[in-house]
């Protein structure tokens, strides 16, 4: 079997559909709205609040961080209610952390902006 050799259009193709799995997450998830308000205020803060450069980095990798989290736990879900529409306990402790994961994650980045914040007011 030959191996596919590098190609600029399957590249393209793939950031394609990289885009358009952040539109239909962004139409089908309402908490997606706040993970966007939440990453413009954190980006206005680190602009009216200089931040260094370590600083940044933990900025957005705890923001980055948090919307990974919310990619994977809509694909759970998602999976999940295509595996069965019924109501199953098992289902719903997967679909619950998940949604934990999610939490955490959020957690995590808010004591990150906190740390960093609030002492710069």
Do not use: C, Q
């Not at 793939?14 to 908490?31: P, T």
């Not at 954190?42 to 450069?53: L, Q």
């Amino acid at each position: 079997m030959e191996k596919n050799k590098f190609s600029i259009r399957a590249r393209g193709e793939s950031l394609k559909y990289a885009i358009d799995g952040l539109y239909s997450l962004f139409r089908s998830e309402h908490n997606m709205l706040l993970h966007l308000v939440a990453t413009l205020l954190v980006i206005i803060m680190a602009i009216v609040f200089p931040v260094s450069v370590i600083e940044g980095v933990t900025l957005t990798l705890a923001t980055g961080f948090v919307w990974v989290a919310e990619i994977f736990n809509t694909t759970i879900e998602k999976t999940m209610d295509f595996i069965s529409d019924e109501r199953k306990p098992e289902i719903k402790l997967i679909k619950d952390l998940a949604a934990s994961a999610v939490l955490v994650a959020a957690i995590t980045a808010l004591l990150a902006g906190g740390l960093i914040f609030i002492p710069k007011f």
